[in-house]
């Protein structure tokens, strides 16, 4: 009984040893499976819903949350090719955008992305793309700044240097064009703030600076430009300029007043009878110009035989010359000048005529609208 017994027990513990053995080889390969499984497959199997969620927030123009979905894949670098596809997509966005507020949007989201990303070349030319396109000026020429700051640091500038020189001329063209000298002279310093090496440019913020009279600081800016740095005869045509210019300001330092006048100036001038005229300085008239009524009331003025011709705003005319006893420019006396007679129709009553260059040839001179002086000296 006690061997039945025995026996039975045997049989038992081996059966059960058996049913443990197997159960073990069944669950082992399950668990070995799921610990060996590659994270990329878990990303894979969610890249749709990631996607949708990234299009989603564009089409919202929710730039800062896609621009943080990308970065929820591109910083870990678990998905190359999805990151690529969605930094290709807001790269795209400004050149893929039709109307207003869809470019606004574009704008926007560049402006994240490149705010995060500072050293994505491309991405600060898509933003000054997209700037351009809506005519945001100043935001295409930081971008593009911020573009040159990258590419100096790389093996080849020249693009990033042609790009900006593009943008700045022409932004430094139409300040100029309304008198915004300031304006100008802002831009090129924007490009010597982040290119310091940018020789072009510190000589032609050298030459507003001497143009606006600021002597000293045109001659530092054209002394940090070496030899080899722009043209030479350039360089030292404005050398020349400058040095003129400062040996005439101690000449006649107080200079004439000049009054502003539509984008130009007005100077006062004197008749020997002590009447004052206000002229227009205009360089680029080779002669002087007077209204008709202007010579009526001169005592002793002097019709000239021979009438000129003279070119105006509305072609060229037939004016007559005369000559006056004298006029007086600040502290120097002009003798029995020569000008033209017309009646100037446009410039308003209170300017009395032209100075031309007729008469400032005789001096040697320079205009400083900074100041507001014409400095003149013989």
Do not use: C, K
């Amino acid at each position: 009984m006690w061997i039945l017994r025995g026996l039975i027990i045997l049989l038992l513990g081996v059966a059960l040893g058996w049913l443990l053995r197997g159960w073990q080889t069944t669950v082992e390969p399950l668990a070995e499976t799921t610990e060996t499984r590659h994270p990329a497959a878990v990303a894979t199997t969610t890249e749709p819903e990631v996607w949708r969620v990234f299009e989603a927030q564009i089409a919202a123009g929710a730039a800062e949350e896609a621009v943080r979905s990308y970065a929820g894949v591109a910083d870990p670098g678990r998905e190359p090719e999805l990151a690529a596809r969605m930094r290709e997509r807001i790269l795209n966005h400004g050149r893929l955008a039709s109307g207003r507020r869809e470019m606004e949007s574009a704008l926007a989201l560049l402006e994240r992305y490149t705010f995060y990303y500072l050293q994505d070349l491309d991405g600060h030319y898509r933003l000054a793309e997209a700037a351009e396109r809506l005519g945001r000026g100043q935001v295409a020429l930081d971008a593009l700044l911020a573009a040159l700051e990258v590419a100096l640091n790389g093996p080849d500038p020249g693009p990033a240097r042609e790009r900006v020189a593009h943008l700045v001329d022409a932004l430094a063209a139409g300040r100029l064009a309304i008198d915004d000298r300031a304006g100008a002279m802002a831009l090129y310093q924007s490009v010597l703030d982040r290119d310091p090496l940018n020789h072009r440019y510190r000589f032609l913020l050298a030459v507003q600076l001497e143009a606006a009279g600021d002597l000293r600081a045109a001659r530092r800016e054209l002394e940090q430009i070496p030899a080899y740095g722009h043209d030479r005869a350039a360089m030292a045509a404005l050398a020349q300029r400058i040095s003129e210019s400062g040996a005439l300001a101690t000449r006649f330092a107080e200079g004439l007043p000049l009054t502003p006048f539509g984008g130009h100036f007005l100077v006062e001038v004197a008749l020997d009878d002590g009447r004052a005229l206000s002229l227009l300085l205009d360089t680029g008239a080779t002669r002087t110009v007077l209204r008709p009524r202007v010579v009526a009331a001169v005592a002793g003025a002097e019709r000239l035989p021979n009438r000129v011709r003279v070119g105006t705003a509305n072609g060229v005319v037939s004016a007559s010359r005369y000559r006056l006893p004298g006029l007086t420019l600040g502290p120097f006396r002009i003798d029995a000048p020569e000008l033209v007679v017309l009646d100037l129709d446009g410039l308003g009553s209170g300017v009395d005529g032209l100075l031309g260059l007729d008469l400032l040839s005789g001096f040697d001179y320079r205009i400083d609208p900074g100041r507001g002086r014409l400095l003149l000296a013989r």
